[in-house]
């Protein structure tokens, strides 16, 4: 009797890899949340090519400080995230990345509509997992 076992990976396995990007970005968002800020449940995620956009939308409120913290498991690889306004102009009042981690603060002018332009700089894989969380104060 001959057994044939058949494993399906992607959608499980991509899954899987983004929580952990998700866990990675809670931790970024750690030092934050110490300073005060409050850490939104609201997440985004996905997988991303070297080089390759992804514009994450959000409505945020004159008066409040933000940070969008992004970050991915994976070793190697190198991640950036920026702020935009409605127009398409930056508006990061400061950014950092750290290897599999970044994160851009803002502070609205104006209460709106904008948008974490998110990006794989590098990375070991054709594809990066990657997430983005987001806190306020």
Known sequence: MAVTIVTVA????LL?????ALSFAYEAALPYYKQGFSIRK??????????DKKAVSSQLFKGNDYWFLM???LK???LSVHIYDDKGNLVD????QKGRFAGAR???KSTGTFFAIVQILKSPEDRT???LVYGYK
């Open 129 to 131: 997992p990657w997430a």
């Open 42 to 51: 609201d997440a985004w995620g996905g997988d991303l090519a070297v080089r």
């Open 16 to 20: 899987a890899t983004v929580d952990d």
């Open 93 to 96: 009042a400061e950014s950092w």
């Open 10 to 13: 992607s959608p499980v396995q």
């Open 76 to 78: 190697g690889a190198s």
């Open 71 to 73: 970050a991915t498991d």
């Open 106 to 108: 803002v502070s609205p």
